[in-house]
Each structure stands twice: as structure tokens, then as C-alpha cells.
């Protein structure tokens, strides 16, 4: 069954192309993306039911077996973000269509956003199942490349402005990860993941914690770390809201996977695990703090994106496998949640006909629906119980008492602050904007088109189902962490047998 | 290749003129800074591989061909910055159009810390005097 491996990369870049040829044609290019999107979270799924009873799955791209040639490896944690990232696009892009015709211009630039969202789309599987270097580099430029044109789609000023930022930023991160590449080929002589595992064990200490240093610093802008993060809340929140959405959900979650990828599989032992932790730290309160003193919605979520990236990090900080299976769920329903509330607040910017605190009121009144859209979410974000917010943070809390260092204490207080301040950030939204008399310029009463509403409602069910899944989840993310601090097992699938 | 004193020099010329170019506030520098990176960095790439006969099975002795590995990576680089500096210019070319220049704007957190300044509201960050 490993012919399913490549078919998430290869089957969003032939639909690009084939949306690409029907320009001018929505209705064409949105059946062929729903279609190419749906088989992939099929395929997805059939990725993770195979590698969780049958060990991780390798293909190699044109024959040329592992250290010469490059693999595609799907082990459980690929498998596992590849069903959640497909499973967002897929919800976003019903989302998209269905903002597209609530408003009613069908051409204008949308015959550029069906092929664009299939790369963005291919870029991020093709990241999450490179088990080469290189192939993870190019996986990041194709999904930054969609990214840049979805970021300025349409080339108003605004976005423009923000598209600036972004590019540059993100460019140089590319560089410094390029420059890592150079060096590590020039110190190992390969870049296949699996066989650097016993190479990288040869180098001097000094050489190894340099290049691990590069390549945490490169993966460390693309997952908005603090203090790399800046360039996330002034360029996210200008984009179209299914686009902020998607790439909220996933394109910082891509570099947390290469983060948690090299620090396990290339650098283990926990050298940089001080640092990782004092960073997420950092991000936690840092982000925010920034959070609280927003006053648009869109912009308070950016913060609160990056300041959850500090709990993801604490896991992987941690290196034990309760840290990392912890992060590993936390991933999963951080991609969920954070998906949800944007496009929620796509729905609110639809209804109350602005995303700035000072303009909202009163929408519990003018649309209870949107108020459970968003509030559920919301509670979740701030790791109410049940929700999977709770249970990702209890995890990590258990895994931080477990590790019983004094960082590791003050991450948990760290962590809990973050947790109360986050339920303050979104109280505040929800007294604002949905409790308040509405404002005298509330827009006239306005159906929600209904494919806007019920895909945010799905993506709802299915932030509240993770709760009922836990169980299972977290078995899955035990059983990913063991894999990725065995390292044996990797490196065993990937040259098909002991070394 | 055995690193050798010229190539060295130059890929560290390269990076400190581009990241000196990436610092500049006019887009147009940017770009040029962020070829110049590019290049640095190939350049870097291409010194982390053997040099030598073409590596053509039957061309040359297998023992004194070149290592092709970071020569196709330089290839992929190439197209990729390639494709970035197009859309940079265009980027740049659209910011012409839309402002009249192709600067870097401020940050929209530091354009409302101004604002604050300047109305003399004090930016809520440090205590009022």
C-alpha cells in the first residue's frame, strides 16, 4: 500500500494544474478542488489506519533507494498531521466558496485562488512527508510561494504593505534554512533524514550545536517564536478570513512539525532543551499579553496563535514522551481550534460588518447562532473543561510536574497564566462585541450564507469531538512520541531493515 | 571541493552585502539584498561538494568525478529565488502603483505607538509623566 504515500503531494498539484486550465470556469475549478481536497483527507486517513497497525510506510521517488535518492516517509505523526491539515482545508475551502458567492463577484480574482490554494495545499503535505532535508526546504517554498500570492490576493494597499513584510521575513528564513542545508551536506555528505541520524553522531560537539542552532533558528521565524514572531500579527489578520484561516491552522504548525522533526530525530538528547523551554516561555506570556491589548479581533487571535505556540514548544522542550505526546496533541487541536475562531470571525466581519472591538455590539442578540460559533471555540482556546484545550494543557502540565525541574514549574505557572489571560483576551471579545446594546451603525439584518455557516459548525462538532476521541488521540500521540525518541524504527523503515 | 580562501571570501562578502541591502527601507534594495544572499548561498552549497571530472558514467574515472549532489540543489535554489524575485518586483512595482513609493511601511503597532506619542496619550506601555 505504499503507492497511497505520495498521493497527498501529488494529488492537490495536479488538480492546481487542472484548475489553473480552468480559469474563468468557478464552477469547474471548485468541483475539481473539493474532489482532489476530500481524496486527500480519504487518503490521509487511510496514511494514518495503516501506519498505526502497520509501522511507518516509505516511498522512494523514482526508484533510487535511501541515501542517494529521495523517500517520502509517512510515519504516525505525518499521518496524523496530514489528516487534521487536510481535514482544515477542506472545511476552508467550503468556507471560501461559500463567501465567494455570498459575495457575488464569482470571476474577479478568484480563478487565481482555487490552483494557489491546491499548492499551499501540496506544499504542506509534501513538508509533512519529506524524509530528506532538501525535500522539507522545498516543501516550504512551495507552500510559502501559495502563500505570498494568497496573502495578496486582489493587491490592495493594505495587503500589500503586509505581503511585504511577510515575503522578506519569510525569505530569510529560507535562506538561513538553505545556508543550514549547504552546511550540513558539506559536514555529512547527505541530507536523507534517516542517515543523517548516524552521521550527525560523527560531527565535533561544537559544529552540531551550531547547525542545530541554524536550523531552530530558521524553523523558529516560520513557527513565529518569540522573539521571532513579530512579522505574524501585522501581516495575518489582512488577508481574505478563509486564507488568515488556513494559514493560522496550518503553515505555523508546519514549523513546529520541522522543529519537533529535527530536535528528535537529527538533535536528540535535549542539548537545546533549556533554550526551547525559556522560548516558550517567552511566547506564552509575551504573546499574550500582546493579545490583551488589542482591539481588533482578527489582530488578538494572531497574538493568541503565537502565544500558543509556546505550549507546543514546552512539550517538545520537555524531550519525554508525555511532553512530546502532549505537544503532539495539543498540535491537533490547536490546528482545529484556531481555524475555527478565524473563520468564525470571518462570519462575524460578514455580520456585524467589521472585526474592530469599538464598532461591534450586541450580536448574542442580532445572531445567536454566531454566538455559539464563536464561543465554543473561544472556551475551547482558553482550555476550559471538557474541551480539548483542557486536556492538551493538562497533558502538558503532567508533563511538566513529571520533569520537576524549576523551569519546568515556572513553565506550568507560565502556562496557566497564559491559559487565564487567553480566557480574559477572548472574555473581553465576547463582552465587547456580542454582549453589548448593538451600535446604532449595526449593519441591517442579513442571512449568514449558509456553506459559511455550516462549515465553521462543522469545524465546531469537530474541535468539541476531539474531547471524545482523546482517549484514542493521545494513544496515537504516545505512540508517535515513542516512535520519534526511538529513532531506531525510522531509520530501520526508511533503509528497509537494521543498519 | 577543498575550501579554498577565494570562495570563502566571497560567499562572506556576498551575505554581508546582502543582509547590509536587506536592511535598507526601499524594496528595491531588499530585492537586490536578497539576490545577493541567494547567490551567497549557492555559492556555499557548491563549496560542500567535491569538485572535479563530469560525474557521466563511462565520461571519467568514478574516482575523480565531481559530486553532482549540490550542484542540482544549486539548480532548484536558482529557480526558487528566480521565481521570488519576480514576485518581489512585482510586489515593489505594485506598491509604486498603489503609494507612489516601494518603502517598507511601519508596523501598524508602531504607526498607533506614534499616533498615542503624538497626541501625547502616552502609548499605555510606560508610565505617564
Do not use: I, T
Given at each position: 500500500m505504499t503507492w497511497l504515500v505520495p498521493l497527498p503531494v501529488v494529488m492537490p498539484l495536479i488538480g492546481a494544474a487542472l484548475t489553473l486550465m480552468m480559469a474563468g470556469r468557478p464552477r469547474a475549478q471548485r468541483t475539481v478542488s473539493l474532489t482532489v481536497l476530500t481524496a486527500t483527507v480519504i487518503v490521509s486517513a487511510a496514511l494514518l489506519w495503516l501506519t498505526t497497525t502497520g509501522g511507518s510506510m516509505v516511498v522512494t521517488v523514482g526508484g533510487w533507494a535511501a541515501p542517494l535518492g529521495i523517500v517520502l516517509v509517512a510515519d504516525q505523526l505525518a499521518a496524523l498531521m496530514l489528516v487534521v491539515s487536510a481535514t482544515m482545508t477542506v472545511c476552508v475551502l467550503v468556507y471560501s466558496i461559500g463567501q465567494g458567492m455570498a459575495d457575488g463577484h464569482e470571476e474577479t480574482p478568484l480563478s487565481v485562488y482555487h490552483p494557489t490554494y491546491l499548492v499551499l495545499t501540496a506544499g504542506v503535505t509534501n513538508a509533512f512527508l519529506a524524509g530528506d532535508l532538501f525535500n522539507l526546504y522545498v516543501g516550504f517554498e512551495i507552500l510559502l510561494v501559495a502563500s505570498y500570492v494568497l496573502l495578496t490576493l486582489g493587491g490592495t494597499e493594505n495587503r500589500i504593505r503586509a505581503g511585504i513584510t511577510y515575503v522578506v521575513v519569510s525569505l530569510l528564513s529560507s535562506v538561513i534554512f538553505l545556508t543550514a542545508i549547504g552546511l550540513i551536506y558539506a559536514a555529512t555528505g547527505t541530507l536523507t533524514m534517516a542517515h543523517l541520524v548516524e552521521r550527525l553522531d560523527e560531527l565535533p560537539d561544537g559544529l552540531r550545536l551550531m547547525l542545530q542552532g541554524m536550523l531552530l533558528l530558521a524553523f523558529g521565524i516560520k513557527a513565529a517564536v518569540f522573539p521571532l514572531s513579530s512579522w505574524l500579527p501585522d501581516s495575518y489578520p489582512t488577508a481574505p478570513a478563509p486564507v488568515t484561516a488556513v494559514f493560522a491552522g496550518l503553515l505555523t504548525k508546519v514549523g513546529v512539525y520541522a522543529i519537533i522533526r529535527t530536535e528528535t530525530l537529527l538533535f536528540p538528547g535535549g542539548r537545546a532543551a533549556v533554550v526551547l523551554l525559556i522560548l516558550a516561555l517567552l511566547t506564552m506570556v509575551v504573546g499574550i499579553l500582546g493579545a490583551v491589548a488589542q482591539s481588533d479581533i482578527k489582530r488578538l487571535l494572531s497574538f493568541t496563535l503565537v502565544s500558543h505556540i509556546g505550549y507546543l514548544l514546552f512539550g517538545v522542550g520537555l524531550t519525554t514522551q508525555l511532553g512530546l505526546s502532549s505537544a503532539i496533541f495539543y498540535v491537533v487541536h490547536h490546528i482545529t481550534i484556531q481555524t475555527t475562531l478565524f473563520l468564525a470571525t470571518g462570519l462575524i466581519e460578514k455580520r456585524g460588518g467589521s472585526t474592530a472591538l469599538d464598532r461591534l455590539g450586541g450580536l448574542a442578540r442580532l445572531s445567536p447562532v454566531l454566538a455559539v460559533l464563536f464561543l465554543v471555540p473561544a472556551l475551547n482556546l482558553a482550555g476550559i473543561p471538557p474541551f480539548s484545550g483542557f486536556i492538551g494543557k493538562l497533558g502538558l502540565v503532567q508533563a511538566g510536574a513529571a520533569d520537576g525541574g524549576v523551569l519546568a514549574w515556572l513553565l506550568i505557572a507560565g502556562g496557566l497564566a497564559t491559559s487565564l489571560l487567553t480566557l480574559y483576551a477572548v472574555a473581553r471579545v465576547w463582552n465587547l462585541a456580542?454582549?453589548?446594546?448593538?451600535?446604532?451603525?449595526a449593519p441591517a439584518r442579513s442571512p449568514l450564507p449558509p456553506l459559511m455557516v455550516g462549515s465553521t459548525l462543522a469545524l465546531v462538532v469537530l474541535g468539541v469531538g476531539l474531547t471524545v476521541v482523546a482517549g484514542p488521540l493521545f494513544e496515537i500521540g504516545d505512540q508517535a512520541a515513542g516512535g520519534l525518541l526511538e529513532r531506531s524504527g525510522y531509520v530501520e523503515a526508511v533503509f528497509g531493515g537494521p543498519r | 571541493m577543498t575550501p579554498n580562501l577565494v570562495y570563502v571570501v566571497i560567499v562572506g562578502v556576498l551575505f554581508a552585502a546582502g543582509v547590509a541591502m536587506l536592511l535598507e527601507r526601499s524594496l528595491t534594495r531588499v530585492l537586490m539584498g536578497m539576490i545577493l544572499l541567494g547567490n551567497g548561498v549557492n555559492l556555499l552549497i557548491l563549496l560542500g561538494g567535491k569538485a572535479g571530472a563530469p560525474p557521466i558514467v563511462g565520461a571519467a574515472n568514478e574516482r575523480d568525478m565531481a559530486d553532482p549532489l549540490p550542484q542540482i540543489m544549486i539548480l532548484t535554489a536558482i529557480v526558487i529565488t528566480l521565481g521570488m524575485t519576480a514576485f518581489l518586483l512585482a510586489l515593489a512595482y505594485r506598491s509604486w502603483a498603489m503609494a507612489g513609493h516601494d518603502e517598507v511601511q511601519d508596523d501598524v503597532e508602531d504607526q498607533r505607538i506614534m499616533r498615542l506619542a503624538e497626541t501625547d496619550q502616552g502609548s499605555g506601555t510606560e508610565d505617564d509623566r
Open positions: 456580542f454582549w453589548r446594546v448593538p451600535p446604532a451603525s | -
